[in-house]
């Protein structure tokens, strides 16, 4: 009984410390107030910098078609 009693401490221990770093981790998911619209649901450095290179080329795509006509 005593080692179940403590097995259980135990583990209420790790799901306090789960559920905090959870809380941490869906905090600094939450978008800021002027946060734009394309990097909304973003959740990785790659996926960041995929979008700005895709945006990036719309850019570019779309001065070569103003200058081209």
Do not use: C, W, Y
Not at 5 to 17: D, G, V
Not at 20 to 37: H, I, V, Y
């Amino acid at each position: 009984l005593g080692q179940k009693t403590s097995e259980i401490a135990r583990l209420t221990e790790e799901r306090k410390k789960l559920q905090e770093e959870l809380g941490a981790l869906q905090l600094s998911m939450t978008p800021m107030e002027d946060e734009p619209e394309a990097a909304h649901g973003l959740t990785t450095r790659s996926e960041l910098i995929e979008r700005i290179r895709v945006l990036g080329q719309d850019v570019l795509d779309g001065v070569k078609f103003g200058f081209d006509n």
